[in-house]
């Protein structure tokens, strides 16, 4: 131990510390603010983080630390925005964004909700315990870039709102990484710090099994009431679907062919419904007219291997899309009074040939309409009703103009699917590598997100979509804070005020508040600044209080991965912040429970796997 006591920094063996350095005192006051900016709500997270950006910059610029120049502060303050971590988050987002524009995760997607449509608790359950087994190996944020975009298809496809499941999620992923050396960057770092300091190595799986038992006891909090504790943001229309008649095409290899269409849409797509339904077996190039909203549309021509309208039609609007470079997109349009449509019917309008679209089916607007022969082609249009149009957005743009039509909202892209596998292996190439630590993480997304642009798989002039300034601000505002707290002496003050008020504590309630003081400065710094300040302190305690060491180190290697009570612990709270549209206390409403419960049930584990008692 004397190798340890020469390690850590002068004044934490003693029984008194100085008092704080200006610097700190400015910087533990400046991350008050902050947070407490970002908890009332009453400006955005981008405007406070901006706002935090500049009051260290300045005040570093004005005031620079001991021995530094002005503008050393300048780049501490405005480095995040060039950090690691920030291109890291960006690159999983760009990837992210691959996997949804070549609908590569739509099987999951439609597998999940199967599964969630025959039972929601246990659908949401198997989510759950699915994202911790597989964070326990892979990194914690390619995990959740994987699951993220299968819960927003899935909340669109009727199962729980996004904002309901992502927190959740996110916390089952932050405590599956917890379980093993190799789960999150942080267990390493602390384990390879704790050996630096004479602890002996610790395998991968070496306390597995303390927070296997802890998330046991977390999960019924995580699966059952964190649902509750957070809002639904999904956008609410104040009606019920639209629904659109549409004459469905079978093609050659379509599954239904020599049985009932009814019988078969029961058993597959319940919520379409069929009009005027044959009892014959289906043969190819049967016309099946149906009844449904345009998601239901989309599952009853993949389930009946059918399309919504002539193939031959279908290959012109796409090889109109590869001429033009645009991606397809499906789009509502009104019929308006003054249009030539009124009165004519699909087959006679004309559109396809003058703008090279598709119409997929119609909602009409007349209560008394009914349907009259075998296809939406025999059906008579009138002011009001709604085309469910498929084509370049050039295309449908050109149509609505020339046709007096209304582009209503809510148009939505068509998945490049013969991109789809692609997509898949780059992304399950950049999480191999990272994961079995070939390449940082940093590297292996940077090169995934190059990749996904070189083959199309996400347009250049498309990425907007995928990154989020907010996002952006808020880990480069998060980064910085992270770097002042540690350069001002601030979070070193704060581990030697720590150590001098646990001298007359018992082993487990030092334990319980080592992984408290480790929690706060995670979720309020970085997981980096708090396992670089608690495990040499750990080893501080273990001398004073005659207590193993290993214990201890444990106790801040678990309270560094307790990053649940706001946005800026850890890049994936950041990254599910706009899919959920989650605000800071949404995060603490739900992350201050589960790291309460985390924190008793560890130092539990703890003492009784030690014998601290």
Same mark, same amino acid.
């Given at each position: 131990m004397q190798h340890v006591a020469r390690s850590l920094p002068q004044g934490w063996c003693g029984a008194m510390i100085d008092s704080p350095s200006p610097h700190a005192i400015?910087?533990?006051?400046?991350?008050? *603010?902050?947070?407490?900016? /970002?908890?009332?709500?009453? &400006?955005?997270?981008?405007?406070?983080s901006l706002l935090t950006?500049?009051?260290? *910059? #300045?005040?570093?610029?004005? /005031?620079? &630390?001991? =021995?530094?120049?002005? %503008?050393?502060?300048?780049?501490? *303050?405005?480095?995040? /925005? =060039?950090?690691? !971590?920030?291109? %890291?988050i960006c690159a999983l987002m760009v990837m992210g964004r691959g996997l949804v524009a070549t609908g590569a995760l739509d099987p999951a997607a439609r597998l999940l909700t199967r599964l969630w449509r025959f039972n929601r608790p246990i659908g949401f359950l198997t989510t759950l315990v699915l994202a911790m087994l597989m964070s326990m190996m892979v990194n914690d944020t390619p995990v959740l870039v994987l699951l993220l975009?299968?819960?927003?298809?899935?909340?669109? +496809?009727?199962?729980?709102? *996004?904002? +309901?499941? #992502?927190?959740?999620?996110n916390s089952a992923v932050l405590i599956g990484g917890m379980s093993t050396t190799i789960g999150t960057s942080t267990n390493l770092l602390v384990v390879s710090i704790a050996t630096d300091l004479g602890m002996r190595p610790m395998g991968v799986f070496y306390f597995t099994p303390l927070v296997v038992i802890a998330a046991l006891v977390a999960l019924p909090f995580i699966w059952l009431v964190m649902p509750r504790l957070l809002p639904d943001n999904s956008i609410e229309t104040g009606h019920a679907p639209r629904r659109f008649y549409a004459s469905l095409r079978l093609g050659s290899r379509s599954p239904v062919l020599g049985q009932t269409v009814a019988t078969f849409l029961a058993r597959t797509a319940p919520q379409v419904e069929l009009v005027g339904a044959s009892k014959m077996p289906a043969v190819v190039d049967d016309r099946v007219a149906v009844l449904a909203p345009h998601?239901? $549309?989309?599952?009853?021509?993949?389930?009946?291997? !059918?399309?919504?309208?002539?193939?031959?039609? &279908?290959?012109? @609007?796409?090889?109109?899309?590869? +001429?033009?470079?645009?991606?397809?997109? @499906?789009?509502? @349009?009104s019929i308006g009074a003054d249009s030539t449509l009124i009165g004519t019917r699909i087959e006679t309008s004309g559109l396809a040939d003058a703008h090279d679209v598709a119409v997929l089916g119609v909602h009409h607007a007349r209560a008394s309409w009914t349907w009259h022969g075998d296809t939406i082609a025999d059906a008579s249009l009138g002011e009001g009703d709604i085309l469910l149009v498929t084509g370049t957005m050039a295309d449908i743009t050109a149509l609505a103009r020339s046709e007096s039509l209304l582009m209503l909202? =809510?148009?939505?892209?068509?998945? +490049?699917?013969?991109?789809?596998?692609?997509? $898949?292996?780059?992304?399950?190439?950049? @999480?191999?590598? !990272?994961?079995v630590g070939l390449l940082p993480i940093a590297i292996s997304a940077l090169a995934g997100a190059i990749l996904m642009f070189l083959t199309g798989c996400v347009r250049f002039d498309k990425v907007g979509r995928a990154l989020s300034a907010k996002v952006i601000v808020l880990v480069a505002a998060s980064i910085a804070i992270g770097r002042v707290i540690l350069e001002s002496g601030a979070a070193e003050w704060l581990g030697q005020l720590i150590a001098l008020g646990l001298h007359h504590l018992p082993a487990g309630g030092a334990l319980a508040a080592v992984m408290v003081f480790v929690t706060i400065l995670t979720n309020f710094a970085s997981n980096t600044t708090a396992a670089a300040v608690g495990t040499p302190i750990a080893f501080s305690l273990a001398e004073k209080l005659a207590i193993p060491v290993e214990p201890l180190v444990l106790a801040v $290697?678990?309270?560094?991965?307790?990053?649940?009570?706001?946005?800026?612990?850890?890049?994936?709270?950041?990254?599910?912040?706009?899919?959920?549209?989650?605000? /800071? =206390?949404?995060y603490t409403r739900t992350g201050i429970p589960l790291v309460l419960i985390m924190i008793v049930t560890l130092s539990a584990l703890l003492v009784f796997k030690y014998g601290l008692y």
């Open positions: 400015a910087a533990m006051l400046v991350t008050v *603010a902050m947070f407490y900016g /970002f908890a009332s709500g009453r &400006l955005k997270v981008e405007i406070i950006i500049s009051v260290i *910059a #300045l005040g570093l610029y004005s /005031f620079p &630390l001991p =021995g530094e120049r002005p %503008t050393d502060g300048l780049k501490l *303050a405005f480095e995040g /925005f =060039g950090h690691y !971590a920030l291109i %890291t975009p299968i819960m927003v298809a899935l909340a669109s +496809r009727g199962g729980m709102a *996004a904002s +309901r499941t #992502l927190i959740p999620i998601e239901a $549309l989309e599952d009853a021509m993949r389930v009946l291997g !059918a399309t919504s309208a002539p193939v031959a039609l &279908l290959n012109r @609007v796409q090889a109109a899309s590869r +001429r033009t470079g645009e991606d397809l997109a @499906v789009v509502e @349009v909202d =809510g148009a939505k892209e068509v998945p +490049r699917t013969s991109k789809a596998s692609l997509a $898949l292996a780059i992304m399950a190439g950049s @999480v191999g590598l !990272a994961s $290697l678990f309270g560094c991965n307790l990053c649940y009570a706001t946005p800026v612990a850890y890049q994936t709270n950041m990254l599910i912040m706009t899919a959920g549209d989650y605000k /800071f =206390g949404d």
